[in-house]
């Protein structure tokens, strides 16, 4: 009979964002609940840039992921053909290896389970690559967004480059979409957020349908962008490419019961992220802090709870389910930059709920009147269809 090399309350399977903020917010808020955290990488977090808008986050969240911020901004800018903006909001960047030095500092070390792979999740706990086996009051999956015939997606698909440059680049903030680019594989724009007077992450990025990201070619798009913005690259810093889900219709419970009852599904596992902009930064820390507000931290009381709250915010975004189902199924891709530059000519105040999913009816009524980008009949069957 095998037994248990180690036993942990609650065990996190995934060292990722959303189990990297549960983990801190239970050792804040529970430090009596020994906490477990297994990753098969190196590190914790991965090799990853988190971004998020301040209004998007309580008092209460942006005391949690203090440490792990790195840059905050009071304003960012827009760029399209037709017009540029600058919105007043403040905007803010996390790095995973933050998130990996606040959990090394946060919980002990016996708890941080680095470079191993899982073989077998159950209620109880986990089979490491290796035959060990860990025990657990409860066991979350954070291993991230899993392919789902239960759920319909479009795709934010990205490249990025950290770079120095021989100059300083002049900006005074970031620019979170340039659309003054060609508009290639679906919807194209380059994402810059400013470092240091030298240093930027430049990333080129699209809003796609299918999930094929030529890594090479699209870097040297940023080469090329780097070029026509004046800036001459010293050196690379670092990458990072992604492929991010966008929602835009299914079957939530479904998805959801594709989990094994009693392994608690967290994260993008459990679709817990903007559907209209892939951003899962806001939903990882309320997520965190719900778990760790729970009254009871068994695994079926978990698992009970986080499904129900992953419905109830499923059921709270079904507008921008529908805005990706004008933008993915009914526009053509060449069309998708011109709803796009309608929707960010609106007021900053409507922006900002936007971003942080709190849109109110006449912001959505605001959004949908108007003069359409495209023609009504193909957004009602667009809407429709599925």
Same mark, same amino acid.
């Given at each position: 009979?095998?037994?248990?090399?180690?036993? %942990?309350?609650?065990? @996190?399977?995934? #060292?990722?964002? =959303? +189990?990297?903020?549960?983990? /801190?917010?239970? &050792?804040?808020?529970?430090?009596?609940?020994?906490?477990?955290?297994?990753?098969?990488?190196?590190?914790?977090?991965?090799?990853?840039?988190?971004?998020?808008f301040a209004s998007d986050l309580s008092p209460e969240g942006a005391?949690?992921?203090?440490?792990?911020?790195?840059?905050?901004?009071?304003?960012?800018?827009?760029?399209?053909?037709? %017009?540029?903006?600058? @919105?007043?909001? #403040?905007?803010? =960047? +996390?790095?995973?290896?933050? /998130?990996?030095? &606040?959990?090394?500092?946060?919980?002990?070390?016996?708890?941080?389970?680095?470079?191993?792979?899982?073989?077998?999740?159950?209620?109880?706990?986990?089979?490491?690559?290796?035959?060990?086996?860990?025990?657990?009051?409860?066991?979350?999956?954070?291993?991230?967004?899993?392919?789902?015939?239960?759920?319909?997606?479009?795709?934010?698909? %990205?490249?990025?480059?950290?770079?120095?440059?021989?100059?300083?680049?002049?900006?005074?903030?970031?620019?979170?979409?340039?659309?003054?680019?060609?508009?290639?594989?679906?919807?194209?724009?380059?994402?810059?957020?400013?470092?240091?007077?030298?240093?930027?992450?430049?990333?080129?990025?699209?809003?796609?349908?299918?999930?094929?990201?030529?890594?090479?070619?699209?870097?040297?798009?940023?080469?090329?962008?780097?070029?026509?913005?004046?800036?001459?690259?010293?050196?690379?810093?670092?990458?990072?490419?992604?492929?991010?889900?966008?929602?835009?219709?299914?079957?939530?419970?479904?998805?959801?019961?594709?989990?094994?009852?009693?392994?608690?599904?967290?994260?993008?596992?459990?679709?817990?992220?903007?559907?209209?902009?892939?951003?899962?930064?806001?939903?990882?820390?309320?997520?965190?802090?719900?778990?760790?507000?729970?009254?009871?931290?068994?695994?079926?009381?978990?698992?009970?709870?986080?499904?129900?709250?992953?419905?109830?915010?499923?059921?709270?975004?079904?507008?921008?389910?529908?805005?990706?189902?004008?933008?993915?199924?009914?526009?053509?891709?060449?069309?998708?930059?011109?709803?796009?530059?309608?929707?960010?000519?609106?007021?900053?105040?409507?922006?900002?709920?936007?971003?942080?999913?709190?849109?109110?009816?006449p912001d959505k009524i605001r959004v949908l009147t108007g003069k359409?980008?495209?023609?009504?009949?193909?957004?009602?069957?667009?809407?429709?269809?599925?």
């Amino acid at each position: 009979m095998t037994v248990a090399t180690r036993h %942990f309350d609650i065990l @996190l399977v995934g #060292g990722g964002l =959303s +189990a990297g903020l549960i983990a /801190l917010a239970l &050792a804040r808020y529970r430090p009596d609940v020994s906490v477990g955290i297994v990753e098969q990488g190196a590190t914790f977090g991965g090799n990853h840039t988190w971004s998020s808008f301040a209004s998007d986050l309580s008092p209460e969240g942006a005391e949690l992921v203090a440490p792990i911020i790195a840059h905050r901004w009071p304003s960012y800018e827009i760029r399209f053909p037709s %017009f540029s903006r600058q @919105l007043h909001s #403040g905007y803010q =960047s +996390a790095f995973s290896h933050r /998130l990996h030095d &606040a959990l090394v500092a946060a919980l002990p070390s016996e708890a941080l389970i680095l470079g191993t792979p899982v073989a077998a999740v159950t209620p109880t706990g986990v089979t490491l690559a290796n035959q060990q086996t860990i025990s657990a009051g409860a066991v979350l999956d954070a291993r991230g967004q899993r392919a789902s015939q239960h759920l319909e997606l479009g795709f934010q698909k %990205f490249v990025g480059l950290e770079v120095e440059l021989e100059e300083p680049h002049g900006l005074e903030g970031p620019i979170i979409m340039d659309a003054n680019v060609d508009q290639l594989d679906g919807y194209r724009f380059v994402y810059t957020l400013p470092f240091t007077a030298t240093t930027a992450m430049i990333e080129d990025t699209y809003f796609a349908d299918g999930l094929q990201l030529d890594r090479a070619a699209v870097a040297e798009r940023v080469h090329a962008y780097a070029r026509s913005q004046g800036w001459r690259i010293r050196r690379i810093i670092r990458e990072e490419d992604g492929v991010l889900p966008m929602t835009i219709a299914g079957d939530i419970r479904a998805h959801l019961a594709t989990i094994p009852e009693g392994v608690v599904p967290v994260g993008m596992a459990a679709a817990l992220f903007h559907p209209a902009t892939g951003y899962s930064f806001p939903d990882a820390v309320r997520l965190a802090l719900h778990v760790a507000k729970l009254p009871n931290l068994n695994g079926a009381a978990i698992d009970r709870a986080v499904r129900d709250y992953a419905v109830e915010v499923w059921n709270t975004r079904s507008f921008y389910r529908l805005l990706n189902k004008m933008l993915f199924r009914a526009a053509y891709p060449h069309e998708r930059r011109g709803i796009l530059e309608r929707f960010y000519g609106l007021s900053d105040p409507l922006v900002k709920r936007f971003y942080a999913g709190h849109s109110t009816i006449p912001d959505k009524i605001r959004v949908l009147t108007g003069k359409p980008p495209i023609p009504i009949p193909r957004a009602i069957r667009g809407i429709l269809k599925g």
